[in-house]
């Protein structure tokens, strides 16, 4: 009877190994804990995971807010261990359809990482700016590059 139930968490491991999963739900925090931001996040799927270098990823934020967004921007950060590497800025009607009415919605961006980066722990942050220049939300949160991740063919 041990013996099943060792053999048991082997296999599971081996499924997962053979077969990963096509999206993950990442945690977050929030940039600024406890304040009052106008867009609560819910979730954000990574799809696909593992991330691949040199291959598309969606990142998708579920997210609701109280009143209508007729415009904004995105903002995206990454820091590499605790370097800053990367930062670009998106108009938020090219991420979601606006206007944005109020209720819950999604945000979704797709980026392909070079096939040179290098494995390790990443951290992205994304604020979501207003018309008005204020943020509207901030959030952040951590994914991998592992050392056997694979890179797409050129």
């Given at each position: 009877?041990?013996?099943?139930?060792?053999?048991?968490?082997?296999?599971?491991?081996a499924f997962c190994l053979l077969f990963p999963s096509a999206a993950v739900a990442a945690s977050f925090e929030y940039c600024k804990k406890g304040a009052d931001y106008a867009v609560n996040v819910s979730g954000i799927d990574i799809s696909p995971f593992p991330i691949a270098r040199g291959e598309p990823t969606t990142f998708t934020i579920s997210a609701y807010t109280g009143d209508a967004i007729s415009e904004g921007k995105l903002v995206i950060d990454v820091k590499y261990l605790w370097f800053h590497v990367y930062q670009e800025t998106h108009d938020l009607c090219e991420e979601t359809s606006c206007p944005v009415s109020a209720g819950a919605f999604e945000l979704s961006h797709k980026?392909?990482?070079?096939g040179v980066t290098p494995p390790g722990w990443y951290t992205l942050t994304m604020t979501m700016i207003g018309e008005d220049g204020k943020p509207l939300?901030?959030?952040?949160?951590?994914?991998?590059?592992?050392?056997?991740?694979?890179v797409a063919d050129s």
């Open positions: 009877m041990a013996a099943r139930f060792g053999l048991l968490p082997a296999l599971l491991l980026q392909t990482l070079p939300t901030c959030i952040t949160f951590d994914f991998s590059i592992g050392f056997m991740s694979s």
